[in-house]
């Protein structure tokens, strides 16, 4: 029976499977080596969680699965959880979480759980002295982490929690001291990624660069966008690659604005209202200007806008002026929150925000001016006199 138990765990550690990270891994080496200087020799004692955040797209999981591949060998048992916050939407989807880290932690291959409250001593009791590695892929809720790795007690020494998410404030509230955030890419990361995807790394005509630089501009360092564009692209013709272009200025891709805007689906109303008014009017104000307008409007602004600064939807830079800080964010994530505002087949009228100064003169023309545009109206017109 001794022989067995060592045999399997030989076996379980040659025959890991790695996990595919991707076809054409740019930047990626670099921003390994910083998660890595976050593990210094103290963790071959301690357990140690360790967060990953950043925009959604930005490659948060594509590094997790670099560093899971890399030091998941160092450790008793490992568990690489892939996509938490959408499995765990379903009904039982915490539990059944809970039962393959059971199993892949612990060896407890046919242990069903009741409910997660039943989950959550069991994993502690079972795990607490075993050294494991554990990777929360996804992570958008505090109950997921309260029902996955609710402290450092819960494993044995050396162990390593490694979580990714796009709300920095999750690792905050939950005790992880250890955080990294994933960086976009700059313009030589971005070309690389994009020429492979758009050209399978053939040689750039001359004809072609002005084109490049136009999609490399308009991705704006984001692995999400530089992918998908560069893989429509491929095999087209100049002349489509500049209609592809111009089209995506118009109407963005949708399978970008839809990993995007999950961000925005998980926020509050308040945050939400926020949130759009930044996307059509405020972007590029100052903090302190968005925060007397939208409180004027009744709105909670200071608050509003940590929430978004949190989960990577806006950002806080110093101006080069004497204008203090400015609030901005990417131009995705802009054009995102335009879409919502204003859906394709939607009439100007329709919309409860205008921007587009041919639709504020359309339905000003019209005399269609209703009660829900007249706050959107002020915010406007004191954004361009101001």
């Keep these: 029976m001794i022989i067995k138990r060592i045999v399997e765990k030989i076996s379980c550690k040659i025959n890991r499977p790695f996990l595919q990270i991707a076809d054409y891994a740019v930047g990626l080496e670099a921003r ?3 998660v890595l200087s976050l593990m210094n020799a103290e963790f071959d004692t301690k357990v140690k969680m360790l967060g990953i955040h950043g925009m959604g797209g930005i490659g948060k999981s ?16 490992s568990c690489f959880l892939a996509n938490v916050r959408e499995k765990s939407s379903t009904r039982h989807g915490l539990v059944q ?23 959550i001593p069991i994993l502690k009791e079972r795990l607490h002295q075993k050294n494991v590695l554990l990777i929360l892929d996804d992570i958008d809720k505090r109950e997921q982490l309260q029902a996955t ?13 490694i979580i990714t998410t796009r709300d920095k404030h999750l690792l905050d509230i939950h005790g992880v001291e250890k955080q990294y955030e994933v960086d976009f890419f700059n313009v030589t990361e971005a070309l690389k990624l994009f020429q492979w995807n758009a050209l399978r790394n053939k040689v750039v005509h001359p004809s072609c660069t002005e084109i490049i630089k136009r999609a490399i501009y308009y991705a704006d360092g984001l692995p999400l966008a530089l992918e998908t564009i560069g893989s429509n692209l491929l095999g087209k013709t100049l002349d489509e690659w500049k209609s592809a272009l111009d089209a995506y200025e118009k109407f963005p891709n949708r399978r970008i604005q839809e990993i995007l805007r999950i961000s ?3 926020l509050e109303e308040n945050e939400k209202e926020i949130f759009l008014d930044i996307a059509c009017f405020f972007k590029g104000c100052t903090v302190k200007k968005v925060t007397d307008m939208l409180n004027a409007c009744g709105f909670h602004a200071e608050y509003g806008i940590s929430v978004l600064r949190n989960k990577s939807l806006v950002n806080i830079l110093m101006s080069g002026e004497h ?10 994530i802009q054009h995102m929150g335009k879409e919502i505002v204003r859906p394709r087949s939607t009439l100007p009228e329709k919309c409860n925000r205008l921007w587009f100064y041919q639709d504020i003169f359309s339905v000003l023309e019209k005399n269609m001016v209703c009660k829900k545009h007249l706050p959107n109206f002020f915010r406007f017109f004191h954004q361009i006199i101001t």
């Design 97 to 119: 979480i809970q039962e393959t880290m059971l199993s892949e932690l612990a060896g407890e291959r046919n242990m069903k759980l009741g409910d997660v409250n039943q989950g």
């Design 323 to 332: 204008d203090g800080e400015i609030v901005t964010m990417h131009d995705l």
């Design 62 to 77: 594509t590094l997790a699965r670099a560093i899971y591949n890399m030091i998941a060998h160092q450790f008793e048992n």
């Design 32 to 34: 390994m080596r910083n």
């Design 264 to 266: 925005y689906d998980g």
């Design 149 to 161: 790795a609710g402290g450092l007690d819960w494993f044995g020494l050396g162990s390593m929690v």
